[in-house]
């Protein structure tokens, strides 16, 4: 699918489902603009970034909320993939890639939210792919972010530098998405415990294991594989 098609189809999805996509875009502005703003802030290059890592995410709820259907997701995901490669080579997005490490995670985090809305909207269960995105969104944020600031006991992984606090911080957001979640779907059960268990050690084993970004596909996809496998094994 190239990027003129995708641009083709998100117009006709605008007019199909004009209020929906408002609200979408309306809440990538708001995060754009607090990122921004806390840039102008003085707040470093890593807090603003994770404030967009957070916070853009969250398009996956709207997207299952408003029931889009998923080639608008997959389309939406090949034109900001797009621009993320662009970024690379000009300075389009500094408050997002500017963080003094070589990384695709930009990339990599707009093709996991196609591939997920790709894989799971038509099976009919889209809440695994929203709590895939989820994990990455707030796991991964908030386990970087705190084992830059508390990070005390840290170990190494094929040359990259984590922190067990921070590892803790990525299971315990993982296990409470997942809680969060399927919880809303299917009821709060012994099953859904044991599941959130199961993906808040994958999740956290993926994330330790990443390099260049790459655990913004890995881990989405990684905890939607493995939030569905429990959850037909355990019942």
């Given at each position: 699918?190239?990027?003129?098609?995708?641009?083709g189809?998100?117009?006709?999805?605008?007019?199909?489902?004009?209020w929906?996509?408002?609200?979408?875009l309306?809440?990538?502005?708001?995060?754009g603009?607090?990122?921004e703003?806390?840039?102008?802030?003085?707040?470093?290059p890593?807090?603003?970034?994770?404030?967009v890592?957070?916070?853009?995410?969250?398009?996956?709820?709207?997207?299952?909320?408003?029931?889009?259907p998923?080639?608008?997701?997959?389309?939406?995901?090949?034109?900001?993939?797009?621009?993320?490669?662009?970024?690379?080579?000009?300075?389009?997005?500094p408050?997002?890639?500017?963080?003094?490490?070589?990384?695709?995670?930009?990339?990599?985090?707009a093709?996991?939210?196609?591939?997920?809305?790709g894989?799971c909207?038509?099976?009919?269960?889209p809440?695994f792919g929203?709590?895939?995105i989820l994990?990455?969104?707030?796991?991964d944020?908030?386990?970087?972010?705190?084992?830059?600031?508390?990070?005390?006991?840290?170990?190494?992984?094929?040359g990259?530098t984590k922190?067990w606090?921070?590892?803790?911080?990525?299971?315990?957001?993982?296990?409470?998405?997942?809680?969060?979640?399927?919880?809303?779907?299917?009821?709060?059960?012994?099953?859904?415990?044991?599941?959130?268990l199961?993906?808040?050690?994958?999740?956290?084993?993926?994330?330790?294991?990443?390099?260049?970004?790459?655990?913004?596909?890995?881990?989405?996809?990684?905890a939607?594989?493995t939030?569905?496998?429990?959850?037909?094994?355990?019942?």
């Open positions: 699918m190239t990027t003129q098609v995708a641009m189809q998100l117009e006709t999805g605008v007019a199909a489902y004009g929906q996509v408002g609200i979408v309306a809440w990538l502005l708001l995060i603009g607090a990122s703003g806390a840039r102008r802030l003085g707040w470093g890593e807090i603003t970034r994770k404030i890592h957070i916070g853009a995410g969250h398009v996956i709820v709207l997207a299952w909320w408003f029931m889009l998923a080639w608008m997701g997959i389309a939406a995901a090949v034109v900001f993939a797009g621009v993320a490669l662009v970024s690379y080579r000009l300075p389009i997005l408050g997002i890639n500017s963080v003094g490490r070589r990384s695709w995670g930009t990339f990599f985090y093709t996991s939210i196609g591939v997920v809305m894989w909207w038509p099976q009919g269960y809440y929203v709590l895939g994990i990455m969104c707030w796991g944020g908030l386990a970087a972010l705190v084992g830059q600031r508390w990070g005390q006991h840290g170990y190494q992984v094929w990259e922190s606090e921070g590892s803790l911080t990525m299971a315990m957001a993982s296990a409470l998405v997942v809680v969060v979640v399927l919880g809303v779907v299917q009821g709060i059960t012994w099953p859904l415990m044991m599941t959130a199961g993906v808040a050690i994958a999740a956290t084993l993926l994330e330790s294991v990443s390099k260049y970004g790459i655990d913004n596909l890995t881990v989405p996809i990684g939607t594989a939030a569905l496998v429990l959850s037909r094994l355990l019942g």
